[in-house]
Structure formats: C-alpha cells, structure tokens
C-alpha cells in the first residue's frame, strides 16, 4: 500500500505494532539547544525490549494543542488533578499515581528506522492519595540566612534571587 506524501511523491503507508512494555520511566525533558525560557516537557520511555526503548513527550508547558494533548493524556491515567509543572508530573508518575502501561502501539513508515508512538493500552487507573503530590519546593534563603554563611564573596538579593 503506498500514500501521496505532502512533496505529491508516493511513499510507503506507515503500520502499526502492539508491543508489551516492560518497563516506565518518567523524567524532566529539556529540548536539545533551546534557549532557557523554551517550555519543557515530561519525557516517557517504554521499554519494549532487550534494550530496547521508545518515547513520547508530554507536553504540560506547552499552550495550544500540545497542551490539550497533554491534559487528555493525563486523564486516561490518572484520578490526580492536572500537575501543576512538570517536576510535579514526574514525582506523581514515579510515585504510582499513573495507571500502568501494558502495551504501546507504534507507528513505522516502511523504509524507515524511526517509530512513534500512536496508541496506549493501559491497566485500571490507581485511586488518587494526596499524599502522592510533590512536596513543597524548597524557599529562597533570606538575607539573614546568608550572611551568616560569611560568604567570601558580595552578592545583591533582587526579587529574593542572589545575583
């Protein structure tokens, strides 16, 4: 079976394929070369075989469509309420407030070596604990803390942020 590519070219139609994963891990992604203030996002890595991996990323940061995307996937998963920031997303994930992932169906162009993942199937969504939110961030130290620290160096407090 082949397609019409966006070029106008005809090219192999891509297919699909269940795989068991194995194992889930969840992590803060930052995008290669991005300037600072570029939003990140929750990478996902299905291990679906002898090492062998696959990911998604998950979009929380993000506006528009990518965002939506994020929350709907959320909502398959989870009871809990939508993350407020990615760190809070991993720590629920890693923290069993997420349901399990048995398989992941993978989309493959014929000709190609990359696979996406396209499709989830996943276990019964865990009931939701508080107790599995994130702790609280840790709080800027205040200018009495510091100075006594006796710091070999002088330094200005600008919006609770040493500069």
């Known amino acids: 079976m082949t397609m019409l590519s966006d070029s106008g070219t005809s090219k192999p139609a891509p297919y699909w394929e269940w795989l068991d994963v194995r194992a889930v891990c969840y992590s803060v992604h930052?995008?290669?070369d991005a300037p600072p203030d570029h939003p990140r996002t929750m990478r996902v890595d299905y291990r679906i075989?002898?090492?062998?991996?696959?990911?998604?990323?998950?979009?929380?940061?993000h506006t528009g469509f990518p965002r939506q995307q994020a929350i709907a996937w959320w909502h398959k998963r989870s009871q809990a309420p939508l993350p407020r920031n990615i760190e809070e997303a991993v720590y629920i994930a890693n923290h069993g407030g997420l349901a399990d992932t048995t398989q992941v169906a993978l989309a493959k162009e014929l000709g190609s070596g990359y696979r996406r993942v396209v499709g989830h199937r996943l276990g019964s969504i865990p009931p939701w604990d508080a107790t599995k939110q994130a702790p609280p961030q840790p709080r800027w130290m205040t200018a009495e803390e510091i100075s006594k620290l006796r710091l070999p160096f002088d330094y200005t407090i600008i919006n609770e942020e040493i500069l």
């Open 30 to 32: 930052h995008k290669r």
């Open 49 to 61: 075989g002898h090492q062998q991996w696959v990911s998604e990323w998950v979009c929380f940061e």
